[in-house]
């Protein structure tokens, strides 16, 4: 805003968020906001999901694709797990669905693995997703080093706090971020995503193969 008389900086600092579960939004108005980002009272939100889960995908392993790009086949594998039990779910009839990864790649892996039920969910790159919501994120961070030579040397775009705090703040009412922490735990952003999580008792140690329930 210009500076006026009222004004002498000419910054307005919106401080009330009215889009994302209270929950969800602690992290990020700590990390990225120095707490000053609060949730309106007015916004109440009562999805049929819990708000906030973290996993951490014991068994996934990168891969680096044709094109550069990195996907994660058993990363993609859960995803597509968890997409299922929420669309099989009379609870979540008519809740909009994003799934947010980092990696064209990868975003083909999850889509070819959802077969028909990709209509019925969007699935894309972080930067595809700036502006939108989404009753449900999924976020899928594929970078995953066990076992094999880390390809890049780190973890490419996953490092990028902008990317991190779009898809962080998509959802309406539920977040589920899916990685495989040993390999993220490098990055400052992401190891503080997984100590706010297991401080809160909501992270989980889960594979591919965990079962639906």
Not at 3 to 22: F, L, M, S, W
Not at 86 to 104: A, D, M, W
Request: charge should be neutral; glycine fraction near 6%.
């Amino acid at each position: 805003m210009s500076p006026d008389e009222e004004n002498k900086e000419g910054v307005t600092v919106i401080k009330t968020q009215y889009r994302i579960a209270k929950a969800v939004c602690k992290w990020p108005s700590k990390y990225f906001y120095d707490g000053k980002l609060v949730t309106a009272e007015s916004l109440i939100r009562h999805g049929p999901c819990d708000e906030y889960r973290v996993f951490n995908v014991i068994d996934g392993i990168e891969q680096l694709a044709v094109d550069q790009s990195f996907n994660n086949e058993k990363e993609a594998d859960l995803v597509a797990n968890i997409v299922r039990v929420i669309l099989e779910s009379p609870l979540t009839s008519g809740k909009s669905i994003g799934v947010i990864n980092f990696y064209i790649s990868q975003k083909q892996c999850i889509i070819r693995k959802l077969n028909e039920a990709s209509s019925r969910v969007e699935v894309n790159i972080v930067d595809s997703f700036q502006g939108k919501e989404k009753d449900i994120i999924i976020i899928s961070c594929v970078r995953a080093s066990q076992a094999l030579n880390n390809f890049g040397g780190g973890i490419g775009f996953i490092s990028s706090k902008q990317r991190i705090n779009v898809a962080i703040t998509r959802p309406k009412e539920t977040l589920i971020f899916c990685g495989h922490f040993p390999t993220l735990k490098t990055d400052e952003t992401l190891r503080s995503i997984n100590i706010n999580a297991e401080g809160r008792h909501f992270a989980h140690d889960v594979s591919s193969k965990s079962a639906s329930d």
